[in-house]
């Protein structure tokens, strides 16, 4: 997606308003497959398999489910870490944390309209994932989370209020994100929160999809007010 238009930077920051990070694992009677569609159903905007654990030949099938529903409802699906399987599966994008391989390289193996993310801590990493090209921001953690093990101390909103005045980049807070704080990371500067078990883990993924997008539209329009 390194088009370099302003008007593609916009799409971006409305596809990641509610960013579902989601493994294969079901959840409440419900597969990974039907979390998603109820996630979409109720206004999730983007959708990001990160899977560390299932093996390939696993992955490769339940995968292709997962980015056939998000083609026919029209969000961008994107693969976290593994170009191969981003590009075996078609994903419109890859994320990559900073030990993964650099954005550079991602771009050169999946080309210039798909889309790169990559995770940001701090602000050294930050300004090296705008050299690398990232075309957004995963921002975090925001807040302590046991979703992901190995994210790090909690760096608060300062980071995203930094980048919001200093980059332009689109961007999402990750870490600890659910509904009774997505609005402060919107108001800090970020276009939407990326989420894991504030979705995944309810029994009603829709109806969580729906009052994060409801929460971070509000506070998106309040900011944009305030300028």
């Given at each position: 997606?390194?088009?370099?238009?302003?008007?593609?930077?916009?799409?971006?920051?409305?596809?990641?308003?509610?960013?579902?990070?989601?493994?294969?694992?079901?959840?409440?009677?419900?597969?990974?497959?039907e979390?998603?569609?109820?996630?979409?159903?109720?206004?999730?905007?983007?959708?990001?398999?990160?899977?560390?654990?299932?093996?390939?030949?696993?992955?490769?099938?339940?995968?292709?489910?997962?980015?056939?529903?998000?083609?026919?409802?029209?969000?961008?699906f994107?693969?976290?870490?593994?170009?191969?399987?981003?590009?075996?599966?078609?994903?419109?994008?890859?994320?990559?944390g900073?030990?993964?391989?650099?954005?550079?390289?991602?771009?050169?193996?999946?080309?210039?309209?798909?889309?790169?993310?990559?995770?940001?801590?701090?602000?050294?990493?930050?300004?090296?994932?705008?050299?690398?090209?990232?075309?957004?921001?995963?921002?975090?953690?925001?807040?302590?989370?046991?979703?992901?093990?190995?994210?790090?101390?909690?760096?608060?909103?300062?980071?995203?209020?930094?980048?919001?005045?200093?980059?332009?980049?689109?961007?999402?807070?990750?870490?600890?994100?659910?509904?009774?704080?997505?609005?402060?990371?919107?108001?800090?500067?970020?276009?939407g929160?990326?989420?894991?078990?504030?979705?995944?883990?309810?029994?009603?993924?829709?109806?969580?999809?729906?009052?994060?997008?409801?929460?971070?539209?509000?506070?998106?329009?309040?900011?944009?007010a305030?300028?």
């Open positions: 997606m390194q088009k370099g238009h302003a008007a593609a930077a916009d799409e971006l920051r409305r596809q990641l308003r509610v960013y579902l990070v989601m493994s294969l694992d079901g959840y409440a009677g419900r597969s990974a497959v979390i998603a569609r109820a996630a979409i159903e109720g206004g999730a905007t983007m959708i990001q398999l990160r899977e560390k654990d299932k093996p390939l030949r696993d992955v490769l099938p339940e995968g292709r489910q997962l980015r056939e529903l998000c083609r026919r409802m029209s969000i961008p994107i693969v976290n870490d593994r170009v191969d399987v981003a590009l075996l599966l078609d994903a419109d994008g890859v994320h990559v900073q030990d993964d391989l650099p954005g550079v390289e991602v771009r050169k193996l999946i080309g210039p309209d798909r889309i790169v993310g990559i995770s940001a801590g701090d602000a050294e990493e930050a300004r090296w994932a705008l050299e690398q090209g990232a075309d957004y921001l995963g921002v975090g953690p925001v807040y302590s989370t046991a979703t992901k093990l190995d994210a790090g101390e909690a760096i608060g909103l300062a980071l995203i209020e930094e980048l919001a005045q200093t980059s332009g980049i689109p961007m999402v807070g990750i870490g600890g994100i659910h509904a009774g704080n997505v609005a402060g990371v919107v108001t800090a500067g970020a276009d929160a990326a989420v894991v078990s504030a979705i995944t883990r309810t029994a009603d993924p829709a109806g969580a999809a729906a009052g994060l997008r409801t929460l971070v539209d509000q506070a998106s329009r309040e900011r944009t305030g300028r």
